[in-house]
Nanobody, 119 residues
Framework: QVQLVESGGGLVQPGGSLRLSCQAT????????LEWYRQGPGKQRELVAS???????NYADSVKGRFIISRDNAQTTVTLQMNSLKPEDTALYLC?????????????WGQGTQVTVSS
């Protein structure tokens, strides 16, 4: 079973930047979609950003213009560059990867990495 290992979370000041990484334990062949979710305290989980195998990206309105999602060529890593961070960005950030090979479908979740934006 492939595992996703997230890193890069921590405490950062408002206006600062942080880079989150989600590393798969092995190359995930057939990857269709890579996503970052987040869930703040007392809030519902929301989709922050996504990127397709072909590189098409989408962002939540709340982070558009501030966050950038990217992936490596082998679909082993998905990153989230977070700029101009706000206290409202404080949340547990989770990586989610979808893959399909023929009729076989799998999706994987990381355990999450905590981001806290505070002065």
């Amino acid at each position: 079973q492939v595992q996703l290992v997230e890193s890069g979370g921590g405490l950062v000041q408002p206006g600062g930047s942080l880079r989150l990484s989600c590393q798969a334990t092995r190359n995930i062949l057939g990857t269709e979609l890579l996503e970052w979710y987040r869930q703040g305290p007392g809030k519902q989980r929301e989709l922050v950003a996504s990127i397709t195998r072909g590189g098409e990206t989408n962002y939540a309105d709340s982070v558009k213009g501030r966050f950038i999602i990217s992936r490596d060529n082998a679909q082993t890593t998905v990153t989230l560059q977070m700029n101009s961070l706000k206290p409202e960005d404080t949340a547990l950030y989770l990586c989610h990867i979808h893959r399909r090979i023929g009729t076989n479908y799998n999706d994987y979740w990381g355990q999450g990495t905590q981001v806290t934006v505070s002065s």
